[in-house]
């Protein structure tokens, strides 16, 4: 099974798109759950898509993790356990992380569908960013300059990924991502038939 990633700026909609993907397809993907020590969203209290350590459970967590990493909003990471888990399962896992965290992936594991998330333009990334509000951090100026920074820095590396989307729309990028992923395995798929008649063609070319 290929794993999935999506990542992007803030505000992209890498979320909200992931969680489009498990609604409209429950029996083909899973999402892969992150360790933040950021404070939760009112969302996600009961998140089934992050899990919330304090610095101290972090801290003592490290040799557990798979990946981790510490950015401006606190320590983020994927257990190897979580990571496991969800490679193991019989559908089509979905990892939302950040830039970094794909560069090391990218050095770990090779079946990787790499979609980077673009807003529809620059303009429309400052204003998301601004109207964020405290419960998503942004509580002052200095706080959205942090972000939009951080976001751009993300984007720079946008070319590093195997698909770009706008993102105008989260279900229909939803759609447009399960439709990669068909292609992509039909694609790979086409490295199997070959062998399996490359295995039938020659026995018999050593009879002839």
């Known amino acids: 099974m290929p794993l999935v990633v999506l990542s992007g700026p803030s505000t ?8 489009c993907l498990i609604e409209q397809f429950p029996e083909k993907y899973i999402k892969i759950r992150s360790v933040t020590t950021r404070k939760p969203r009112k969302e996600e209290q009961y998140s089934s898509h992050y899990r919330f350590y304090s610095k101290a459970q972090f801290e003592n967590a490290k040799s557990d993790f798979w990946f981790w990493k510490k950015s401006p909003y606190g320590f983020y990471g994927i257990l ?6 969800g490679m193991a399962e019989e559908k089509i896992a979905i990892l939302d992380i950040d ?5 090391f992936l990218k050095k770990e ?5 790499s979609c980077f ?6 303009s429309t ?4 960013i ?3 509000g405290k419960d998503r951090g942004i509580e002052s100026e200095n706080d959205y300059l942090t972000r939009f920074n951080f976001s751009i820095e993300a984007i720079k590396n946008c070319g590093s990924y195997n ?4 993102n105008q729309n989260d279900e229909k990028t939803a759609i447009e991502i399960d439709q990669i992923v068909n292609v992509w395995n039909l694609y790979h798929n086409k490295y199997k038939i070959l062998n399996d008649f490359y295995q039938m063609l020659y026995p018999l070319e050593n009879t002839l």
């Open 125 to 128: 990334l400052k204003l998301r």
């Open 130 to 132: 601004q109207n964020r």
């Open 117 to 122: 998330i673009l807003p529809p333009d620059l």
């Open 80 to 85: 190897k356990s979580d990571f496991m888990d």
């Open 109 to 113: 594991y090779q079946d990787v569908i």
């Open 163 to 166: 698909f770009l989307l706008v």
């Open 12 to 19: 992209a909609g890498k979320t909200k798109i992931s969680n």
């Open 99 to 103: 830039v970094d965290c794909y560069f």
